[in-house]
Structure formats: C-alpha cells, structure tokens
C-alpha cells in the first residue's frame, strides 16, 4: 500500500509554468507505474502522463512527468500552461501502465493548478 499526497499547485498566468510534487509514503513506490490525472470542474477525470513516456496529446510537449524513487516522489513539469489546464491534477499508483483512472489503485486528494487568460 502507499499513500500519495500532492502539492505545488497553484495560480499562474498564460504561458507561466508550475512543478506538481506527489510525495509517497511506503518502501514500495518504486515497484509502482505512476501517473497524473486531472479533472476540471463538471468533467471527467482524464488521463494527462503515466511513467515518463505515456502524455495526452493535450499536454504533449508542454508537459514532462518525472520520479525520484530515491526521495518517494513523482513530478509533473508544467510549462506553457494554457487556460484549459485548468483542474484539479491527481497522482496516482498502479500497476500497470494506462490511460484508464480505473487501473490505478492508489490515489493522492489532489492539488489545484488555475491558469488565469
């Protein structure tokens, strides 16, 4: 079991850039496939990276997912961030590598990212 807790969310303006940490609590976050969700307001959670290969072509280019297994933590490196980035972002634990919020197993309470125009 792990647990996950996000930070590093925030208010940015168009064009700006944040860094999402997920802090895992656990010896075994290094036998996990992460990833990173995020779900705006009236929307389905959607997929955005998994491992360090796997993006959504909305965020392809712009966004870079990245882990630490020596400090238990997963990042995601948001630049050119656009109003539609706008949502809570989610890390997630699983063991498999998927789109599907469903495959994961282990879920952070989530951090807010507002882009503003």
């Known amino acids: 079991q792990v647990q996950l807790v996000e930070s590093g969310g925030g208010l940015v303006q168009t064009g700006g850039s944040l860094k999402l940490s997920c802090a895992a609590s656990g010896r075994t976050f290094s036998t996990y496939i992460m990833g990173w969700f995020r779900q705006a307001p009236g929307k389905e959670r959607e997929f955005v990276a998994a491992g360090s290969t796997v993006y959504s072509d909305s965020v392809k280019g712009r966004f870079t997912c990245s882990r630490d297994n020596a400090k238990n933590t997963l990042y995601l490196q948001m630049n050119s961030l656009k109003p539609e980035d706008t949502a809570v972002y989610y890390c997630?634990?699983?063991?498999?590598?998927?789109?599907?919020?469903?495959?994961?197993?282990?879920w952070g309470q989530g951090t807010q990212v507002t882009v503003s125009s």
């Open positions: 997630a634990a699983g063991n498999v590598l998927s789109v599907t919020p469903g495959d994961y197993h282990y």
